[in-house]
C-alpha cells in the first residue's frame, strides 16, 4: 500500500497529482475550498502550448506594467498598493525581467510543456476518456510591423529548440482559416501547439478519480497546518483535523497564505484572467492569439471562447465591465464580422492564475517542511503544465527520481 496523501486544492494541478499518485498505489484525498465547478482551471483558453517558452518576465514587460498601470482596459494591469507581499513580489519580478532569466527559462519551460502534452495523449488513450482534444497549432495574429517582427524574432527561438513553427502571410492565413475573415497583416503559426475544452477534462477525472477510490472533501478551506519538527501533522478547516502522511499544496492563488504557516514567504500574486464564450457559430477552426491585444481565441466543444487580460490586484472575483469590454473590442478588431453581444458579456467570468516573480513554477519541497510538495506558481501556462507537474508531485512524494531536472521550479529558490 502506498503513501496517504493529503491534497490540498482541486484544479488541474490538484487533480493530476491525485491521478498520478493513486497510479503508484497511495490513499489519497483532495480538500477544496469550493464545489470544484469554477475558476482558472474552467475559464482558461485550454492551450498546450509549449510554444509559450518566454516567461511573464522578460525584457520590457516591467515598463509595460509601469505605463498601463493607470489604464485598466491595457493587457497587463498591475494594481498598485500598499501591502509588503505584493511589494516584494513587484520588486522580485523586476529582478527577473532581464535575458539571462529568460535563457534559462527556456528550456524549463519547453520541457515540461513537451512532457505534458505527451501525458494528456497518454491518459485519453489509457483511461478511454473523450474529453475535446486537437491538434491543429496555434497563430499569433498581429496588426503591426512592430509586433509582427518581434513575433518573428520569437519564431526563431522555438525553432532553434526543435518546436516546429512558421511565419504566415495574409493569403496564407486566408487558406487556413477560409471560414472567417481576420484582419492581421500576418502571423506565426506553432504547429507544435494544441487545445482542449477544460471543463470536460476536469469532469472526466473527477468522474475517474471518484471511481477509483479518491475522496472529496468540498466546500471546507484550509485555515492552519500543525507543524512539529518540520513536519505537517494535521490541516484543520472549521469544521475538522484532517491527517496524511504526505501532502500536497495545489492551491493556486491562495499558496502563499498557507506557506506562511509553515514559516515560508512564497512570493505569488493572484493574476485574473476573463473569458467570454460565443455560442454561435464564428467559422473560427484554429486557436489564436491576437498579439497585441494579448486575446486568446479557441474553437472549443459547442462554442468559441475568448479569453484574456491579466490583472495583478488581491485576490476577489470582481469582473471589470471595462476589461470585458476590451476583449469584446479586440475581437471584432482582428475578425471584423464578429460581434460579442451584451448577453455574452454580461456573462463573463474570471479566474486567478497564480503567478511567481520569475514565471516558473513552483513545483518540489521546501527545506521547512519535509512532508509537504508544492505544486503552484504557474501563471498561464498552468493548463499547459498540468499533467506534467501532477507526475513530478508524485515522483517527489515518493522519493523517486525526478523524470528531469527540477532545480528551476525550487519553492526555495532566492529572486
Known amino acids: 500500500m502506498g503513501k496517504q496523501v493529503l491534497v490540498i486544492g482541486g484544479g488541474i494541478i490538484g ?81 527577473s525581467c532581464n535575458y539571462n532569466h529568460v535563457k534559462k527559462a527556456i528550456p524549463a519551460i519547453k520541457n515540461i510543456a513537451l512532457w505534458s502534452q505527451d501525458l494528456y495523449d497518454a491518459i485519453k488513450q489509457e483511461e478511454q476518456f473523450n474529453f475535446h482534444y486537437e491538434k491543429k497549432g496555434l497563430l499569433m495574429l498581429c496588426q503591426t510591423e512592430k509586433l509582427l517582427n518581434d513575433e518573428i524574432k520569437t519564431l ?35 504547429k507544435c501547439d494544441s487545445h482542449t475544452t477544460p471543463h470536460e477534462f476536469m ?72 473569458r467570454i464564450n460565443k455560442t454561435q457559430p ?21 462554442f468559441t471562447r475568448f479569453a484574456g487580460t491579466m490583472e495583478i490586484d488581491a485576490i476577489n472575483h470582481n469582473i471589470s465591465k471595462v476589461r470585458v469590454e476590451a ?18 458579456k454580461e456573462q463573463a467570468t474570471c479566474g486567478l492564475r497564480p503567478i511567481s516573480p520569475d514565471g516558473l513554477p513552483f513545483i518540489g519541497k521546501s527545506a521547512k517542511c519535509s512532508n509537504l510538495t508544492i505544486a503552484t506558481g504557474h501563471a498561464m501556462m498552468g493548463w499547459s503544465m498540468g499533467t506534467g507537474t501532477g507526475k513530478l508531485v508524485s515522483e517527489i512524494v515518493l522519493n523517486k527520481k525526478p523524470s528531469f531536472n527540477i532545480q528551476l521550479y525550487h519553492p526555495d529558490r532566492k529572486f
Open 15 to 95: 487533480l493530476c497529482s491525485a491521478y498520478y499518485l493513486q497510479k503508484q498505489g497511495c490513499q489519497v484525498s483532495i480538500i477544496d475550498q469550493s464545489h470544484l465547478n469554477a475558476g482558472a482551471s474552467y475559464v482558461n483558453a485550454g492551450y498546450l502550448s509549449p510554444s509559450h517558452i518566454i516567461p511573464l518576465a522578460a525584457p520590457g514587460v516591467m515598463k509595460k506594467g509601469l505605463k498601463w498601470m493607470f489604464n485598466p482596459a491595457s493587457p497587463l494591469y498591475i494594481k498598485p498598493r500598499l501591502e509588503l507581499d505584493f511589494l516584494k513580489w513587484v520588486w522580485a519580478f523586476h529582478k
Open 156 to 190: 526563431h527561438i522555438a525553432k532553434q529548440e526543435g518546436l516546429e513553427a512558421t511565419s504566415m502571410t495574409p493569403e496564407e492565413l486566408k487558406k487556413l482559416e477560409p471560414q472567417v475573415n481576420i484582419n492581421a497583416i500576418g502571423a506565426t503559426y506553432y
Open 203 to 274: 469532469a472526466e477525472m473527477k468522474t475517474y478519480l471518484k471511481a477509483k477510490g479518491v475522496e472529496f472533501i468540498l466546500n471546507e478551506k484550509v485555515e492552519d497546518i500543525e507543524v512539529t519538527n518540520n513536519t505537517i501533522q494535521s490541516v484543520k478547516t472549521k469544521n475538522q483535523l484532517y491527517k496524511a502522511e504526505e501532502f500536497v499544496l495545489a492551491t493556486g492563488s491562495w499558496s502563499s497564505i498557507l506557506t506562511k504557516k509553515i514559516g515560508l514567504q512564497l512570493l505569488v500574486q493572484p493574476g485574473k484572467g476573463y
Open 282 to 302: 464564428t467559422g473560427i477552426q484554429i486557436p489564436a492569439i491576437l498579439a497585441e491585444a494579448k486575446v486568446a481565441v479557441t474553437p472549443m466543444n459547442g
Open 327 to 344: 476583449i469584446a473590442n479586440a475581437v471584432s478588431k482582428y475578425y471584423p464580422e464578429i460581434k460579442i453581444t451584451q448577453p455574452e
